[in-house]
């Protein structure tokens, strides 16, 4: 089975609509504001749509996240089953302080193709190379750029590792250091970080630490469509995770998962810029209209590109 085509550009629209909603409270320090905005956005184009789609990686629990939680039913219910994650507004700090790289981000897959992901940490990894044994979540860090560098035939001080900055990673920093390998630091935004894997021009080589979990699935959307490598093993802190995890059918709290295990089938990934970043350009005004950037991937049809809109100020 494959998703229609003609979801593209609608899911395009939806994301494109949520950026335009959150990116008028760019720089206004209302990170919940800026988040409500692209959320409600987000739900209101959703539902329009003649789909009959469930909500796996959204907000948060029904009883923290009253709309796009985890579980609600989405669409006109008049069309195909979909399984939705989304995240309206990644790297809410961004847009609050006018940083770069504020997205709005939404994957779609075929119904129960998409790894229902609790709201909890995962450490994963992500590259260019498929091939097994290269890059694994269970080997050393100095495992894989040694062996990373060698698949690459390039030089440990010749690779990129792009991390999230948290004290957390001290450890991983201070390997890579050791090693000489350069290091691209980001402060939010798990998402994009993952996904400079995926081109040359980002000149990143490999993306490592621990994030958020259903960052990881909406990561692991976008780099099955561009044939990458990715593994995430999540990080069950609490009994409450731990339970939610076994209610939402994960027996195998220490598993690690391969990308084939987090989308199966045919999939549309959407990223539209809110500020500018690595990925896509921001939301700009030009006299009466909104220009927006979507990057946009549809497994099925091997589409890969960045999708620019011209909307009509409201």
């Known amino acids: 089975m494959t998703i229609d085509k003609k979801f593209i550009d609608q899911f395009v629209n939806v994301a494109s609509k949520a950026a335009i909603a959150s990116s008028y409270f760019v720089g206004k320090k209302d990170k919940m504001a800026a988040d409500k905005a692209a959320v409600d956005s987000m739900r209101r184009e959703l539902n329009k749509m003649d789909i009959n789609a469930e909500v796996v990686i959204g907000e948060g629990e029904l009883d923290e996240a009253p709309m796009l939680h985890i579980g609600e039913k989405i669409g006109t219910k008049n069309g195909p089953e979909f399984d939705i994650a989304v995240d309206p507004l990644e790297g809410t700090n961004f847009a609050a302080n006018n940083l770069p790289g504020a997205l709005s981000v939404i994957a779609i897959a075929e119904k129960d193709n998409l790894f229902k992901a609790p ?60 090693l000489n390998v350069k290091i691209k630091f980001i ?33 692991a959307a976008a780099l099955d469509a561009f044939d990458c490598g990715f593994q995430g093993r999540f990080l069950f802190q609490t009994d409450k995770d731990k339970q939610r995890a076994k209610e ?31 990925l896509v350009s921001g939301i700009k005004i030009d006299k009466d209209k909104f220009i927006s950037e979507t990057l946009v991937t549809h497994k099925h049809s091997n589409l890969k590109k960045v999708v620019k809109l011209n909307q009509k100020l409201i």
């Open 119 to 178: 709201e909890t940490y995962m450490e994963k990894i992500s590259t260019k190379v498929k091939e097994k044994n290269v890059i694994d979540l269970d080997y050393s860090v100095k495992k894989n750029i040694f062996n990373l560098s060698e698949y690459l035939n390039k030089k440990p001080e010749n690779l990129t590792a792009c991390i999230l900055e948290r004290p957390r990673h001290n450890k991983i920093i201070n390997e890579l250091k050791d």
């Open 248 to 278: 939402m059918g994960i027996d195998d709290l220490t598993k690690k998962y391969d990308l084939n295990e987090i989308i199966k089938g045919d999939s549309i990934f959407c990223a539209t810029g809110i500020t500018t970043g690595d």
């Open 187 to 219: 402060s939010d935004g798990d998402v994009s970080g993952a996904l400079l894997v995926t081109d040359e021009k980002y000149s990143v080589d490999i993306f490592l630490g621990t994030g958020g979990g259903p960052e990881g699935v909406l990561s």
